[in-house]
């Protein structure tokens, strides 16, 4: 896959960049090396395609299980799409599987890579910006990482829901200054520490992203 992700990724950014011209700003601020979270928003499927072009470095994402239990010419070869991009399967719908991908997730960072996350949990229907889940300080806490908050703009043109493929659209990219919360909550309950923790990388997210606070979570839709 190492070998897959070297050939996509010599050919498919340029090409990428070059067809939409994404606005990319604040690019500065991703650490180059070492673990560190890119917490974003959340506005399309293709939201995950978008960040690794753009990032200078791999990018490892958790994907439903469904991408990579495809069957025929077409499973296998989108099977070998997301393992190249780094994407990682977890099955949403299995408890004891969610709760795993955190540990998975932990391994990455601990590797010393770059690990993305949406911590609205699933993609906004209506362009808000919905509440965290607290998985993002989980790891950030756990770990010891900074947190790049990510804000996107116009992905969900890009590719809206029901599209089978990306449109030709320009989209933006903001990148914050690294959320380094190392020392910062010694003492504090744990469960505390991660709503407060989780509540300033959205607060983050949504001054890079513009949008509106919707003030709840966002329930995942069949098919989300």
């Known amino acids: 896959m190492s070998l897959l992700y070297g050939g996509l990724n010599a050919v498919v950014p340029p090409v990428a960049r070059a067809l939409w011209r994404p606005r ?63 994407m990682l399967p977890v099955d949403r719908d299995d408890t004891r599987a969610a709760l795993a991908s955190l540990d998975i997730a932990r391994s990455v960072l601990d590797r010393g890579q770059a690990f993305g996350i949406y911590p609205e949990g699933t993609r906004s229907r209506d362009g808000r910006l919905y509440r965290g889940r607290t998985g993002v300080a989980e790891l950030a806490l756990g770990a010891g990482v900074p947190v790049v908050p990510v804000g996107l703009r116009g992905t969900e043109r890009l590719m809206p829901v029901g599209a089978r493929v990306p449109r030709l659209v320009r989209v933006d990219v903001a990148f914050g200054a690294p959320l380094d919360f190392t020392g910062a909550f010694e003492g504090v309950p744990r469960g505390k520490a991660r709503r407060e923790v989780t509540d300033a990388v959205m607060s983050a997210i949504r001054e890079l992203s513009g949008q509106d606070e919707a003030g709840v979570y966002n329930e995942r839709t069949p098919g989300a």
Request: positive net charge; glycine residues 12%; hydrophobic residues 45%.
């Open 24 to 86: 990319v700003r604040g690019l500065e601020h991703l650490p180059r090396t070492g673990g560190v979270i890119l917490a974003s928003n959340h506005l399309s499927f293709v939201d995950s395609v978008v960040l690794p072009i753009v990032v200078p470095r791999r990018v490892v994402f958790l994907a439903k299980s469904d991408y990579f239990t495809g069957t025929g010419v077409r499973g296998r070869l989108t099977k070998a799409w997301f393992e190249a991009l780094g």
